[in-house]
């Protein structure tokens, strides 16, 4: 079974640093990679999705790098600001027919960047 | 556009009770998701639709949860007899294609802001 594993769980920053969150997977079978943002009391926000071909991706202050072979991606936050304040979840889609477009979650990093 | 809603947003039950959930996917999304969120636990996988159809049920964690969907929309998640154990954030996402539709891919998932369920 896939096992999604993100670090640090929680990290407090001052604005303006550029951030760097850690996931890890077990099964390196996947077909792609996606990270989210969560709100308090709020839903799923997608920030980025890398397909298992690709190497990165980037949207914004956002850049997202995914290494398959060693079952790792990263997330960095560049001029990191208190809007960014929220849990970022990673979550992994693998690619075996028995499991069909399910997502593995990690179980978030809680962000809290102060003024 | 509209995204994907859910409701109700809050629902406090009794142990016992049947409860019904609802989503409303985004408009043409073919591929519907259902994933529940416990205090302490990271999101988990319930059931996956295609169209109407439930090609992978395999989450569903006893025989007292049961889904449907209609009309390659709204879909509805039932728990029956609720335990205390349910309490949770239900969370519906939706996809514009699934994994099971060729060639096979799978796009982004959109989620809706969940209900909160609470069983006293």
């Known amino acids: 079974k896939q096992e999604v594993t993100q670090i640090p769980a929680a990290l407090s920053v001052p604005e303006g640093e550029n951030l760097v969150l850690n996931c890890s997977f077990t099964?390196?079978?996947?077909?792609?990679l996606q990270w989210f943002r969560q709100d308090p009391g709020k839903g799923l926000t997608s920030l980025l999705l890398?397909?298992?071909?690709?190497r990165e991706q980037t949207s914004g202050r956002l850049n997202a790098s995914l290494d398959k072979s060693s079952g790792r991606s990263t997330l960095y936050i560049a001029a990191s600001q208190p809007g960014d304040s929220a849990t970022y979840l990673c979550?992994?889609?693998?690619?075996?027919?028995?499991?069909?477009?399910?997502?593995?979650f990690g179980r978030g990093t809680q962000l809290t960047v102060w003024p | 556009g509209a995204g994907v809603s859910q409701s109700p947003s809050n629902k406090v039950t009794e142990k016992g009770k049947d409860v019904e959930l609802r989503c409303d996917p985004i408009?043409?999304?073919?591929?519907l998701y259902w994933y529940r969120q416990s205090l302490g636990q990271g999101l988990e996988f319930l059931i996956y639709?295609?169209?109407?159809?439930?090609?992978?049920k395999s989450g569903l964690p006893s025989d007292r949860f049961s889904a449907e969907r209609t009309g390659g929309s709204v879909s509805t998640l039932t728990i029956q007899r609720t335990q205390q154990e349910d309490s949770a954030v239900y969370l519906c996402?939706?996809?514009?294609?699934?994994?099971?539709?060729?060639?096979?891919?799978?796009?982004?998932?959109?989620f809706g802001p969940g209900t909160r369920l609470t069983v006293l």
């Open positions: 099964d390196s079978a996947i077909y792609n």
């Open positions: 996402a939706s996809s514009l294609v699934g994994w099971i539709t060729l060639p096979r891919r799978t796009d982004t998932q959109y």
């Open positions: 639709f295609q169209g109407n159809s439930a090609p992978d």
């Open positions: 890398i397909q298992s071909s690709q």
């Open positions: 979550a992994v889609n693998v690619d075996r027919g028995s499991t069909l477009g399910r997502l593995y």
């Open positions: 408009s043409g999304h073919t591929a």
